[in-house]
C-alpha cells in the first residue's frame, strides 16, 4: 500500500509543477507593468528589453508610411519616440491615453508590438 501512495504523491507533484510551469509562462509576460515615458528615458538598465509605457500621444507627431506608424507619447514631462507596424485602434488620435508595449532602443525609442488606446473617461453628449 505504500508503494502505491509513494506513486500517487510523486504523480501529483509532477502534474502540479507541470502546471505551475504551463501558467508562468502563460501569464508572465502580462505581470509586466507601465510605466511613464519620464521613467523610460531615466532608467539605462532598459535598453534593449521588453518595456510597457503608458503615455498621451503627442498631436500633430504622427506620421505613416507604408502601414509603419511613427508617433511620440509623453507623460506631461518627457516624450520617447514609438515605432509601430500594425492596425492602430479606433480610439487612437491625438492627446489619447495609450500603452505601449515593445522593445526600447536607445537610438530609435519603443518599437511597439502592440498597441492599446484607453477608452475615454466622460463622454460628452453632441447636441
Excluded: H, Q, W
Excluded at 30 to 55: H, N, W
Excluded at 76 to 92: H, I, T
Excluded at 98 to 114: F, L, M, Q, R, W
Amino acid at each position: 500500500m505504500k508503494a502505491r501512495r509513494k506513486r500517487v504523491v510523486i504523480t501529483s507533484a509532477i502534474i502540479i509543477v507541470f502546471f505551475g510551469i504551463l501558467l508562468y509562462t502563460t501569464v508572465g509576460s502580462s505581470f509586466l507593468y507601465y510605466r511613464t515615458p519620464s521613467e523610460v528615458i531615466a532608467d539605462e538598465s532598459l535598453y534593449g528589453k521588453s518595456v510597457k509605457v503608458s503615455g498621451k500621444v503627442v498631436g500633430n507627431a504622427i506620421e505613416e508610411s507604408e502601414g509603419i506608424y511613427k508617433f511620440m507619447i509623453t507623460d506631461g514631462e518627457n516624450s520617447v519616440s514609438v515605432v509601430y507596424a500594425g492596425v492602430l485602434p479606433s480610439a487612437f488620435k491625438k492627446d489619447a491615453e495609450v500603452i505601449v508595449e515593445g522593445v526600447y532602443e536607445s537610438d530609435s525609442g519603443i518599437k511597439a508590438e502592440s498597441l492599446l488606446a484607453k477608452c475615454p473617461s466622460k463622454y460628452t453628449s453632441e447636441e
